[in-house]
C-alpha cells in the first residue's frame, strides 16, 4: 500500500507519542505509589526510590518492545 507524506508524518507523530506516554506514565505511576506508600508506612523514600526505578525499568522495557515490533514490521 502506498503512503504520502501526509500519512508518513501523522504515523510518525503517533509513534513518538506512544512512546512519551509509554515512558511517562510508568515512571510517573511509580513515582506516585512509592510517595503514597511512603506516607502511609512513615518511611524515608525507599519505597519512592524503589518504585521509580521499577518505573524506568517498565519503561525501558517498552520502549525496547516497540523499537523490535517496528522493526519486525518494516
Known amino acids: 500500500m502506498k503512503t504520502n507524506g501526509k500519512s508518513k508524518i501523522l ?16 515512571i510517573l505511576g511509580g513515582i506516585l505509589l512509592g510517595n503514597f506508600i511512603d506516607k502511609k508506612l512513615g518511611t524515608g523514600v525507599i519505597f519512592l526510590l524503589t518504585f521509580c526505578v521499577l518505573g524506568i525499568i517498565s519503561s525501558f522495557v517498552t520502549l525496547f518492545n516497540i523499537a523490535v515490533g ?5
Open 11 to 26: 504515523e510518525n507523530l503517533a509513534l513518538v507519542s506512544q512512546i512519551g506516554i509509554s515512558m511517562l506514565v510508568p
Open 70 to 74: 517496528r522493526n519486525k514490521r518494516k
